[in-house]
């Protein structure tokens, strides 16, 4: 076996060569570990090979005469130089920098060109004996001419390598870049790539976002804030639309009560002032739907305030009762003049934070619509109380009680201080016998709170559509879930 070894090094040696590439590509990347064992018992017996045969990758061909073998000494020693890189380069990416995905590719490709290109240098000194100092003197002027063609290149690969150090963003982080919103899919050599709400790819230079102001809205994972910002005519008291403005924060269960939301002035001009809210949510998919939720619910909570904007000379004359009709959706069904009427016959009730407006198991005598304030209604589950939800100005309570003497299947208590308006059985019972799209809306809004209240207590999602009279509701219910 020796002597073959020794009169055959070149095929023992393209041999090995071969059945490492062979072991590599078969194992796959499932058995890292296998992998990597193997090609280090493979490259053992590489040098074995070559110290049989008398072969020294630290020293020229000992065989100067003999042309053949000074040939099969010289290759041989040139492989093991890049065998001993391509194994070295190995173990340092997968063993003592673990690899993270796409993250950390750079840092690896710059190791493997490093150590790569010290090998060449060592297979050009020992085995070729070639001049390496005239040889690193004339790279070192070719690199300043490259560098210089490639300025910008260069700065985005440093650049890349920069940001993979401090990692302020990884792979599907939701980021901002200098304005650029998306997600991050891609980070390569030269680049950073996000995928926008619009589907577009933004390839954003590494240069570009290393100097860039990066704002990260995957960290910490689990709070992301949420801000809108309201224009109100500036006639309007600050005091008066920041309270408004409160109580629309409070009633958006949705916000994360570990932090609380606040309302501030963020600019004043002639003619309306700038409000913004802010919030936090749990998760991003949340945003742009508890968005939308805080808007509707500060407009309803400022018109509930008497903050109006361009309305009209009828509804300006009209009385915040009638006003109010006009949003409850379960009264759309009458005409003006029978709006009109139901007005004249509501009465105003004040309460005060932390009160039962409509107790568990209670009767409800009259159908009451929320003018102001926020009320928490909670179901009752066998054991205790669970809040399901929040209600604002133009909801209703005690549907059951009108309906069909039906007792209260939650309790409804008020966050904060406000207004409510009563509207006594006496006076529906009239409207119910008239108008039978008046009982549907009833019915039906009924219907939708016991499927909210089984859903809670089962502890899923509830399946309601949103045409009812309850949408703020179910949605609000759906972001808690």
Known sequence: MLIFLQAHPLIVGSVLILLDLSLWHCLGVTRPGLRI?????????????????????LQPPLWPEDAILNLVATVLGIAWWLFAARTLTV????????????????????????????AIVGAAAFVLQLPVKGLLATSGVMAIVVGLALQSTLSDVFSGIVLNTTKPYELDDRISIDGTEGKVVEID?????????LGAMAVVPNSVAAKAKILNFSRPGNVHGVSIIMAIPSSVRPRRAIDALEKALQGTRALLPGFAPKVSVKSSHLEYNEYELKGFVQSMSHKTEVR??????????LESAGVTWGSTVASQSWSRPRRLLEDVRVFRSL???????????????????????????????????????????SIHDGERFIEAGRMGPGEVMG?????????????????????????????????????????LALDNLQHQREDIRESVVAKKPEQVKRSGFLSWLQKKRLLSA
């Not at 003592?96 to 190791?111: N, V, W």
């Not at 050599?189 to 709400?197: I, Q």
């Not at 107790?359 to 159908?367: G, H, K, M, S, Y």
Request: charged content about 20%.
């Open 292 to 301: 939308n939720l805080m808007f509707d619910l500060a407009h309803r909570h």
């Open 399 to 439: 549907e059951e009680g009108i309906l069909a003497q039906g007792r209260s299947r939650g309790e409804f208590r008020s966050i904060t201080s406000g207004r409510l308006f009563r509207i006594e059985k006496d006076m529906l019972d009239t409207q119910l016998e008239h108008y039978s799209e008046l009982q």
């Open 189 to 197: 050599w030269r680049s950073t790539h996000l995928l926008t709400e």
């Open 37 to 57: 064992s193997l090609r280090v018992v493979v490259f053992a017996a590489f040098c074995w090979v070559l110290m049989a045969a008398g072969i020294s990758p």
């Open 335 to 377: 005409n003006f003049e029978e709006r009109d009427r139901l007005a004249d016959h509501m009465t105003p009730v004040d309460y005060q934070a932390n009160e039962v407006l409509l107790a568990f198991d209670e009767i409800a005598d009259c159908l009451m619509v929320i003018s102001t304030g926020v009320v928490s209604v």
């Open 91 to 118: 173990i340092l990416s997968n063993g003592l920098t673990s690899r993270e995905a796409h993250t950390s590719r750079l840092l690896h490709d710059l190791i493997g060109a490093a150590i790569f290109l010290i």
